[in-house]
């Protein structure tokens, strides 16, 4: 990874890179006419797409199966790894924070994405308002979250530093 | 929801909800016994669980199976629905921004956990390390999260908000 990568700056986007934006782009149009979320995702490694997703959230009943973490799901699956290290994510909106952080936790090297937050709130969708919201106290959410460390709260966590043969992630 | 319910205040949380983190705690200490992440958690909906999770990250090949996700999906799968309106999230440590996020979308009332990120963090867990990051500028970001947009990048949206027989979530 070169420091000028690290830049978020379109112009760091090498133009060989738009044919996977565009496969993203296609596969959510695709998913709209399917009746679907207007969002599509592939995930490449090496030049080759290792997966792609759709939007599933109504079709599959799963409010966590955006475009991006199906993308995700369906690569792991592929390759039979829980990391996708020197991988690359492309979707055709900008990640929601749900999405962001399954590329974190997968490990992905990059993520380029076309439209962007605002685009996806013009279109009622609600990524824009939690990112918003993740930068507010919680004690100001509509959804409250609490913490109630009840006795043998930290027993898995002990449990787990316990078991030589855990398997880290 | 009333507002005495939206306060961060361990003492919010009715004792009666204590039962249901001790279901969360204890599907995380046998997900550890079975080999896996030392997380669990439960969804409930009118005093019945609707929803059961544990980490899978390692055992599924899938970096976004923790507990509260595969609750999400578990309750979503047996209700029949993308919504988990009136339903709660009870976890045994407190959720991720992967997790946290898909509780907004499920639209779920209220998430209650035990442990939280900082015991994770003793565990070598990223959770807290990505909340870190997530209240950082992007460019400061080991992986680089870039918009580039192409041409056509609007297409999507524009045809969902066309599509009349669209499914909202």
């Not at 990112?131 to 966590?157: C, K, N, Q």
């Amino acid at each position: 990874m070169t420091s000028s990568m690290a830049q978020v700056d379109p112009t760091a986007a090498p133009p060989e890179e738009d044919q996977w934006l565009v496969r993203a782009v296609r596969l959510a149009l695709q998913n709209v006419a399917d009746g679907g979320g207007p969002f599509g995702a592939v995930v490449v490694r090496g030049g080759v797409v290792v997966g792609t997703g759709q939007n599933r959230v109504t079709r599959d009943n799963d409010p966590t199966a955006h475009a991006e973490v199906t993308a995700i799901r369906d690569a792991c699956a592929r390759l039979g790894d829980f990391s996708l290290v020197g991988a690359r994510l492309y979707s055709s909106c900008e990640p929601c924070p749900l999405c962001l952080t399954a590329a974190l936790w997968a490990r992905l090297d990059r993520v380029v994405y076309a439209a962007n937050r605002d685009d996806a709130a013009r279109a009622g969708f609600d990524d824009r308002a939690f990112y918003d919201l993740l930068r507010r106290d919680r004690a100001a959410w509509p959804m409250p979250v609490v913490e109630r460390r009840i006795a043998g709260a930290e027993a898995p966590i002990e449990a787990w530093l316990a078991f030589a043969e855990r398997v880290e992630y």
